[in-house]
């Protein structure tokens, strides 16, 4: 992949269809897919049970001995030592084990083809792969969008939309034809959906309980090697990222080896348990093990109304605004905050009075400087809901209420 060596860069694993200067042909093909993330770790739940069962079972061996007047040796202490340690590996091993045993059979590969035509007038095929999530019985799949649609060109190129999407099942070799149910290039997630019944879908956790540290599988499949397996930790959460699309998330931080086609894969806790999907990595000579997930708390919200509505249903307020910070405000006498550059037609701020060159101050008594803060703000109502605005107008402080209508 051509960019995939930008130095110290985070980015959102598309598929990136280069050409050199002389413009090569056949097309590089490929989604770079987000990798998943395990780690490994004291403090499992499941782990830390079995380990205490260990060690529980050696002190009553202990104690019996004792009480029976046993003379231990220096040699059997280190014997049972020994022993110790073998048995506590072994109940670690058998946890991890049946933890990839009941995530596997919810996590599919996916294969997506595409055309891609050059200004020869010359066309090819290209296939990317990634991963995805099951999460119903009766076929819906959980993946991100990037996987499935990379619609893009260049004066030299332009790939179209996805010519066929296929689902390749946990030991099943069939390839399975796959809808686009729904797809949100806001988040980076996407449903899609088989004809197939009884399938078995992933255990839904709370990515709310996730903490540093915590102990975390990631499955999927990189380079396209199916039911990849991979273990690490939580190295943070919360983590606020900016794409190369200028795009921002809040995700988990995990330190698993990042490869692609792992993008749309499940992150899960010790319990088996989604916590997360994998969706971007830092990519750069020398960088490793650092990973990001979009928590399922959030995705859940997404895939759901994907899956009812075809689409995202978004409050809207309908401006464009510039940012003004202190160093702008002072270069151009103008008062720190959002500057509104576009009000769109009869959109719910037009209707309610707002003009270009108004500065926004505050949304619901809560000070902004920038179009993400009036977005954080905004994104926690719901259509139909009302917000207050405080503006200036040459230098004039206003104040108007706006009836949040559905995004177009």
Do not use: W
């Amino acid at each position: 992949m051509d960019d995939f060596e930008k130095s110290y860069k985070i980015y959102n694993e598309k598929s990136k269809i280069g050409f050199g200067k002389s413009v090569v042909f056949p097309f590089i093909s490929g989604i770079l897919g987000a990798s998943l993330v395990v780690g490994v770790c004291f403090g499992v739940p499941q782990i830390k049970e079995k380990l205490i069962s260990s060690e529980s079972e050696l002190a009553s061996v202990s104690s019996s001995k004792e009480q029976s007047n046993l003379n231990i040796t220096p040699e059997t202490n280190s014997n049972l030592e020994n022993n110790s340690a073998v048995l506590s590996l072994s109940s670690y091993s058998d946890a991890t084990a049946a933890i990839a045993k009941k995530v596997q059979p919810s996590v599919v590969g996916i294969k997506v083809e595409y055309t891609v035509r050059s200004f020869f007038s010359q066309s090819g095929t290209v296939t990317a792969s990634g991963s995805g999530i099951i999460i119903s019985e009766d076929g819906y799949i959980l993946t991100n969008n990037h996987v499935i649609n990379s619609k893009s060109g260049s004066s030299f190129y332009q790939i179209s939309e996805a010519n066929s999407i296929k689902v390749y099942l946990f030991d099943d070799s069939t390839a399975y034809d796959a809808t686009i149910i729904g797809s949100d290039t806001l988040t980076d997630l996407a449903v899609l959906k088989i004809e197939k019944n009884g399938l078995t879908p992933i255990e839904i956790g709370d990515s709310s309980t996730v903490s540093v540290g915590s102990f975390t599988m990631a499955v999927g499949s990189p380079l396209g090697l199916d039911n990849s397996v991979t273990m690490g930790t939580v190295s943070a959460v919360n983590r606020e990222i900016t794409d190369e699309d200028g795009r921002k998330f809040v995700l988990i931080q995990t330190d698993a080896a990042i490869n692609s086609g792992n993008s749309g894969g499940a992150l899960v806790n010790s319990y088996g348990q989604l916590i997360g999907v994998n969706t971007l990595k830092a990519s750069a000579s020398g960088v490793e093990g650092i990973g990001f997930a979009i928590p399922i708390n959030s995705a859940k919200e997404i895939y759901t109304q994907l899956i009812e509505f075809k689409k995202v249903k978004r409050p809207y307020i309908g401006i464009e605004g510039i940012d003004i910070d202190e160093s702008i405000s002072k270069y151009y006498n103008l008062p720190i905050g959002l500057y509104v550059k576009y009000v769109a037609d009869f959109s719910p701020a037009q209707k309610a009075g707002l003009q270009i060159g108004d500065v926004i101050t505050s949304v619901d008594n809560t000070p902004i400087k920038t179009l993400d803060e009036l977005n954080d703000i905004k994104y926690k109502h719901s259509i139909g809901d009302t917000i207050k605005l405080k503006f200036l107008r040459n230098g004039e402080e206003k104040e108007i209420s706006i009836v949040l209508a559905e995004q177009p």
